[in-house]
């Protein structure tokens, strides 16, 4: 029932939003709230424990220090910031969104906390009207909502939050939400690179192509250099590569070795340097240390290339098998369809795992829906082969019928996935039944 109640209630607070006047006054770029543009932006939440809907996480795209607060709000108790919360004080309100945020003084609550940062964003806080724009610009947890973004953005950089001005000036700079305005946008972003990084990193873009303004490859380079030494993990990472592209790789390292604080690729490139160099073991075990701190944070090749470094052992043990095989799993699991085509490779062998053809030909169909060109020939070689292994049975002649069989779910799957294998020219044939609900591979007479 409370959550039904704080649902109505903050649909009710954003549909009374229906003039700019509630920002303060705005110049020639200003967009104006009307009710359509708020028409069902707050939708019905599921909001499961323990996942933090605003917090920190919207920060992630501000450079500047302690930009949440949380400093701030030690110098208050729990009553005091109540007190004043009362009294509609929009710093206080944004106070205590934190406190229950995090659980600081309060036992953490998600729901009270985005109460609280909508009554301070309603109330004039910069940083929550911030937090809003960038909600309504991802589509989390409220409706994705482009105007509403630009709106809620620009109402916060009135107020000078630098990382909200350069948050505006990425809506003006693709259009999105406002019309397009590459010239503002970069003015924008001269505002605010005092003190966001974020600012800085995206000038350097709009130079690299010529957005707005001359494509000036120079002056690119000059920025991302300077928003890396601003501490910018992308641009860190983007440095790296650029100096290892020019084979300059004690740059590239020193690029990525910045990076690598927080930024997959650029733990990942610098892993490849240090391994592939191996000047010396601290530096080969560094690399797989950077390999598997990449891969925790998400990125495929890493899992996928610790897999490949144990299979390319010599005299393996049944120890390096599977932990070969957790490593291709883990790249599976991020989408790596070279990841999957080992998996069911170990299968169709019975490499760490029991023997399983009609599971390794499910491996290598997942395999082939992330990657279905030529680059994945090893799948597509291998669908044929395991098909033929199958047990006796599974597809036993031409009506065999995939709507009424008994058949594995990878098999049935084969219906659409084989069929246009086998018309890029294998040798293998297909039969339809008159209904096409059956489809038989015939191969030198031996039906599978």
């Known amino acids: 029932m409370k959550i039904k109640l704080l649902i109505v209630l903050l649909t009710t607070l954003l549909i009374s939003c229906t003039s700019a006047n509630k920002h303060g006054e705005k110049g020639d770029k200003s967009i104006a709230f009307t009710k359509s543009m708020n028409d069902k932006l707050i939708v019905p939440m599921v909001i499961t424990a323990n996942v933090r809907i ?7 795209y501000c450079g500047i220090g302690d930009p949440i607060g949380f400093k701030e709000i030690q110098k208050f108790t729990l009553k005091e910031l109540l007190d004043k919360a009362k009294d509609n004080d929009g710093a206080a309100q944004y106070r205590l969104g934190v406190m229950y945020d995090i659980g600081y003084q309060v036992a953490e ?19 929550a009207q911030f937090l809003f724009g960038m909600r309504a610009m991802q589509g989390t947890h409220v409706k994705k909502n482009l105007v509403i973004s630009a709106s809620w953005l620009e109402a916060a950089h009135l107020q000078g939050h630098p990382c909200a001005t350069t948050q505006l000036a990425r809506l003006y ?6 019309a397009s305005d590459p010239e503002y946008a970069l003015t924008l972003l001269k505002q605010s690179e005092k003190y966001d990084h974020n600012s800085i990193f995206h000038q350097a873009k709009i130079h690299q192509n010529g957005l707005g303004v001359e494509k000036n490859t120079a002056k690119a380079d000059e ?15 983007l440095n790296g590569h650029r100096y290892q592209l020019e084979n300059d790789l004690e740059s ?9 604080a927080g930024h997959a690729t650029a733990q990942y490139q610098l892993a490849l340097i240090l391994i592939k160099e191996r000047v010396s073991e601290e530096d080969y075990l560094k690399g797989i240390s950077l390999l598997e701190e990449s891969s925790e944070l998400g990125f495929a090749p890493a899992s996928y290339y610790l897999g490949t470094m144990i299979v390319k052992k010599e005299n393996k043990t049944e120890k390096d098998i599977a932990d070969s095989l957790k490593w291709f799993r883990l790249a599976a699991n991020q989408g790596h369809f070279r990841g999957m085509n080992f998996i069911g490779h170990y299968y169709a062998e019975g490499k760490g795992v029991e023997q399983s053809y009609s599971t390794a030909l499910e491996w290598y169909l997942k395999s082939l829906q992330v990657e279905n060109s030529d680059s994945n020939q090893y799948a597509l070689n291998q669908l044929p082969n395991t098909l033929r292994k ?5 597809i036993d002649n031409e009506t065999q019928s995939y709507k009424n069989s008994s058949l594995t779910t990878p098999v049935k799957k084969l219906k659409h996935e084989v069929v246009y294998i086998l018309e890029r020219g294998d040798s293998w044939e297909k039969i339809y039944s008159e209904n096409e609900d059956s489809i038989v591979f015939i191969k030198q007479g031996i039906a599978y």
């Open 54 to 60: 605003f917090g920190f996480r919207h920060y992630d």
């Open 109 to 127: 609550s998600d729901h009270d906390a985005l109460y609280w940062y909508w009554r301070a964003a309603e109330n004039g806080d910069s940083r």
């Open 173 to 178: 700079l693709t259009g999105s939400g406002v």
């Open 223 to 237: 920025l991302f250099i300077k928003a890396g030494r601003s501490g910018h993990i992308t641009a860190q990472f």
């Open 252 to 260: 590239a390292k020193y690029w990525y070795e910045l990076g690598s």
């Open 390 to 394: 199958l047990p006796t049975g599974v």
